[in-house]
């Protein structure tokens, strides 16, 4: 199904694009074919003149009123179809941020003929007049939720349409196939060159190349957009809440001599080179004597399951000993920095021991008390996942579903070619160029279902 095949809605919505809560401001939006009727039959302004008499992208100062009674003083901002947003009329309400201003207000435009709006349904409207594409909507989210100023140029990028025209002009390239063979088999009477089949092969053999390349980098836009989830585990007591607030430059997590003293797991992200690292302070493993220990530690193995990088900590202070080789077993699969703390002390570990276990990983020392081995750590962290000559400006994929779907497209595109080399009857040979375009365009939402919308827009916020 394509863009023009969806109506737009007939309903005028509203929502609040601002967080709830107190603040200065509150922004009210709404966008419909009745926008400006409803805001009319509630706005006063100053100056006496009708809503339908302003002209487009103009702020208009008045206030807010229920049957005379004012509500707020608001600056109104009028944007006319075509050039707006969602292409359809927008009037975006300033009021100033209480709670009850803003509910009140909302509740007024309800009464008067809105209702309210579903999660990304402004966008929504936005991708469903044609303003913007799938790909392009979704880095509309990319965008809202950046946590580095890498991840926010590719979702930027995104949204100027860099990523479209690329998957469009490949999707392009298989649909021209598509053309030419079914040419050939709706019309074998027609003076057509039939010997066309190792063209057809070397044209896929270019589009896998270019699907390749956009394929190759998109890991790397993964780890922009979602970050790296990144656990400190240890025993207890060898300073994983010390590292925690190191990194962090200040003191998130309880640090005391006590053993144990993290009960549950801590979270937060810091940005180590422009890439985005998830991190996870866990509770100290160790035997279990009671539920409420059981119950950290369980949680602390069920983090480091699911973790991209575990960073080991061990006490420089303090040999090995069977808690310490218990973890080490624990994590000798999994991608793992060894992280010897406690450096500004005496050093009694066995280093010789531990490379025994680990043959592999790369030891970083460190002294979290005194903020000593930080930049060793994080340039290590750095180099485990972005090596190479990749750079964030020229990652074209970053989003799950875009990277899933290209990499059918690829399959598809291998397969065909395969076909084409095998001299394989022509029908087959466009059966699976037509699931490569396809595959490329539920990127773009060339092709889409409302079931693959609901679920993209679900996860913006009401107001956007």
Known sequence: ????????????????????GENGIGIVRLSGPSTLEIVDKVFLPRNGARLSEFKSHTIHYGHIADNGRVIDEVLLMVMRA????????????????????VKEILDLFVCAGARIAEPGEFTKRAFMSGRIDLAQAEAVLDIITSRTSDGLKMAQRQLNGETSRMLKKIRSGLLDI??????????????????????????????????SGIIDSSDKGLILREGITTVIC??????????????????RAIVTPVPGTT???IEEVINVDGIPLKIVDTAGI?????????????????????????????????????QDLDIIDMVKDKKTLVVIN????????????????????????????????LDDLKKAIYDIFWSGEVTAENILLSNSRHIEAARRAFEFVEKARRAAAERTPWEILAVDIKDGAQALGTITGEVFDEDLLDTIFSRFCIGK
Not at 15 to 20: C, G, I, K, R, Y
Not at 298 to 313: C, F, W
């Open 1 to 20: 199904m394509r863009v023009r095949d969806i109506a737009g809605s007939n309903d005028t919505i509203v929502a609040l694009s601002t967080p709830p």
């Open 82 to 101: 075509p050039k707006t947003y969602t292409r359809e009329d927008i009037v975006e309400v300033n009021c100033h941020g209480g709670v009850v201003a």
């Open 178 to 211: 598509i053309a030419e063979i079914e040419a050939f088999i709706n019309f074998p009477d027609e003076d057509l060159d039939i010997d066309k089949t190792s063209s057809f092969e070397a044209a896929l053999e270019g589009i896998k190349r270019d699907l």
């Open 234 to 251: 240890g025993k207890p007591n060898v300073g994983k809440s010390s590292l925690m607030n190191s990194f962090l430059r200040q003191k």
């Open 263 to 265: 009960r549950d797991t």
């Open 286 to 322: 160790m035997h279990a004597e009671d539920e409420l220990t059981r119950e950290s530690v369980d949680r602390s193995r069920h983090y480091m399951q699911g973790a991209d990088l575990i960073l080991l900590v061990l006490d420089s202070s303090d040999k090995l000993n069977q």
């Open 342 to 373: 406690k450096t500004d002390l005496p050093e009694v570990l066995q280093i010789d021991k531990i490379k025994s276990h680990l043959h592999d990983r790369k030891i970083i020392r460190v002294s979290a008390k005194e903020g000593m081995g």
